[in-house]
């Protein structure tokens, strides 16, 4: 049997499918920092593509099932350059909540570069429909689950409408990973991860992917995009990336355990009004989760505080284990008081705390939000 014959997603990323064996031999692939080539090997110069980059997205692609991967210097030089390739004047539907960074550069600089944004209401198809012009439409993007309320897209449901006008959809795949879902599966155009978060999974890469269904020509353009702009992952940061998704299956197995602990714990805690995880039944999305999240429901959720904003801010005060910090995905626990981080355009609650569970003891991790809780 070939080593490409094994499509299992722990296989993929333990075994890298399609990068080993190396022609020496290697069981760790070797780091690969040239940044210019021999004409006759394949490559040109880095900028445009190079052997390590090349391993990491194999096994990236392999991982989503797509027919192509890209990988770029960090999660929004992948999403902003997708937009970009789809050329001034086009019109793209957003949801109303996703990652604040991504939803303030599609509002503020977007419409600056002869690109026209309007949200929509998370998961709503008739909201969709409606909102899609034609000819000016080009693209629906969908964050699922979506920072940080972790609502639910009904990807296929979505794919189908999208493609009915004649328009792409891309999903932001970022705290589900290929694990868990597989966005092209169900329909999805071009999956994009913020690769610093859960593909990593170590709190020491920035980097930003994107795997498409097919290569035509829109994929060539995004591809022009990133050679032209100069936003190509490095090679050290591609060979760190490759080396944390080996673990990638074990550890969102236990980021999934940890995280349906620690959202049924708190589910009738006095100081808790609201526990958001898709896991829970008891979530709006759950129906939706359950459908197309394979094997668990991912390591992110968010509380809100029946006491309010000062009750959210003196709780990141208190907590021990859960470190007060942004991002996610990392083997370690956070904690973030996500309105004032956002600002005051922002639509999260002022109430909410947003946590990566990580790999820690769950007994422990739920030990340490009681007591920060005053519990």
């Known amino acids: 049997m070939h080593d490409d014959e094994f499509d299992k997603p722990a296989t993929i990323a333990?075994?890298?499918?399609?990068?080993?064996?190396?022609p020496t031999g290697d069981i760790t692939p070797?780091?690969?920092p040239s940044t210019t080539y021999t004409t006759d090997q394949g490559y040109m110069y880095y900028r445009n593509s190079g052997p390590g980059l090349t391993d990491t997205e194999t096994v990236l692609c392999k991982l989503e099932g797509g027919a192509d991967a890209l990988l770029f210097s960090s999660g929004m030089a992948s999403a902003t350059h997708l937009l970009l390739a789809l050329g001034p004047g086009s019109?793209?539907?957003?949801p109303e909540t996703m990652y604040w960074f991504l939803r303030s550069w599609m509002t503020k600089q977007a419409p600056a570069l002869g690109l026209e944004i309007s949200l929509y209401p998370n998961g709503d198809l008739d909201a969709v429909k409606a909102g899609i012009r034609p000819v000016e439409t080009k693209a629906v993007w969908a964050e699922t689950p979506s920072n940080p309320d972790w609502s639910l897209m009904d990807i296929a449901a979505c794919a189908e409408?999208?493609?009915?006008h004649g328009v792409k959809l891309f999903v932001d795949s970022t705290s589900a990973t290929p694990v868990l879902t597989r966005p092209l599966d169900f329909g999805a155009d071009i999956v994009m991860h913020s690769a610093t978060k859960y593909l990593n999974g170590h709190s020491d890469v920035l980097a930003g992917a994107l795997i498409t269904r097919e290569k035509d020509d829109f994929w060539e353009s995004v591809r022009d995009v990133r050679t032209g702009l100069g936003s190509t992952l490095g090679a050290m940061e591609a060979w760190l990336l490759l080396r944390g998704m080996r673990t990638l299956d074990v550890r969102m197995q236990r980021h999934s355990e940890n995280a349906m602990r620690v959202a049924t714990a708190l589910l009738d805690h006095p100081g808790v009004s609201h526990v958001l995880y898709p896991g829970l039944p008891s979530h709006p999305g759950h129906e939706i989760a359950a459908k197309q999240m394979i094997g668990g429901f991912g390591g992110m959720m968010s509380i809100r505080l029946a006491g309010g904003a000062d009750a959210a801010a003196r709780a990141v005060k208190r907590t021990?284990?859960?470190k007060p910090a942004t991002s996610l995905g990392g083997t370690e626990s956070l904690i973030e008081h996500r309105g004032p981080i956002e600002g005051p355009d922002s639509p999260c609650p002022q109430d909410l705390l947003r946590l990566s569970v990580g790999l820690e003891d769950a007994d422990d991790l739920i030990a340490d939000l009681e007591q920060a809780l005053g519990q």
Do not use: C, E, Y
């Open 14 to 22: 333990a075994a890298m499918i399609g990068v080993l064996p190396s």
């Open 30 to 32: 070797q780091i690969k």
């Open 320 to 322: 021990k284990l859960f």
């Open 91 to 94: 019109h793209i539907l957003a």
């Open 161 to 164: 409408l999208a493609h009915a």
